[in-house]
């Protein structure tokens, strides 16, 4: 059987002028299995749904805040920077991910765009919505666990690690406020934030809002997540 063509979205960097990607989610592809291809965000519906045809799995990876506007919302002063090609074209592409029901899987940004576009919205700033938060901010290594996660029984990501408690990287200052219908919170912090949701309907679709892509060939079991994900991709070919 051939490998699965797995689809990385892309960083666009607007001062420079290029579009990039981390080695690190490159090789955790290939480590699992997988032909890693990356996708150059467009603003053309037409190539977007070439992308959806061409892979067999979507991964969405880590980048800037998303415009609040998407979930309806005005934004506040603690927002990032946003991306308005990546908002456009991500948006576009898991949407149609979803509903050819094809395997997907979210990191960070990832997670969050995820939940948007199936119509949950997102804390802006934790901080500002929840002062009471652990530091979600590390700046220990990217491969370093700087607190836990609790994972709920019976969900698939319970399935995939073999834990109810993980412990993770921490890289955000966004996360779900309000879970998308049809999916559930898979993973909570100490603090309450949402760290992972999944959908309740479609075969493979999980969202996780560290970076295992930074911890797979550091922290034991970490490329589970992976494995799990192409495989997937795998067997909807």
């Known amino acids: 059987m051939k490998q699965p063509i797995i689809g990385i979205t892309c960083f666009v960097d607007f001062k420079e002028e290029r579009q990039r990607q981390n080695e690190t989610y490159i090789q955790a592809v290939l480590k699992a299995g997988g032909v890693p291809v990356l996708l150059p965000a467009v603003d053309s519906e037409d190539i977007t749904k070439e992308h959806a045809q061409l892979i067999d799995g979507l991964l969405v990876s880590g980048g800037p805040d998303m415009d609040p ?12 920077n946003v991306n308005p090609l990546m908002d456009i074209y991500e ?4 949407q149609l991910i979803l509903d050819l029901d094809k395997p997907l899987l979210g990191i960070c940004r990832g997670e969050q765009v995820l939940n948007v576009v ?10 500002r919505a929840l002062p009471q938060v652990l530091k979600h901010g590390q700046d220990q290594p990217r491969w370093y666990p700087s607190h836990t996660v609790r994972i709920a029984p019976g969900t698939k990501l319970a399935a995939i690690f073999e834990t109810e408690e993980l412990a993770v990287n921490s890289f955000h200052h966004q996360a779900v406020a309000k879970v998308a219908p049809g999916f559930i919170a898979s993973a909570h912090a100490q603090d309450g934030v949402i760290e992972a949701i999944e959908s309740q309907s479609h075969r493979f679709v999980i969202g ?6 930074g911890m797979w060939n550091q922290v034991k079991n970490y490329d589970s997540l992976f ?11």
């Open 69 to 80: 506007q998407y979930f309806g919302e005005q934004p506040v002063p603690e927002l990032g």
């Open 227 to 237: 494995a799990a994900f192409v495989q997937a991709a795998r067997e909807g070919r």
């Open 91 to 94: 948006s576009r592409l898991v």
């Open 208 to 213: 996780v809002l560290w970076h295992p892509e």
């Open 118 to 127: 199936a119509g949950g919205t997102l804390h802006q700033d934790l901080r």
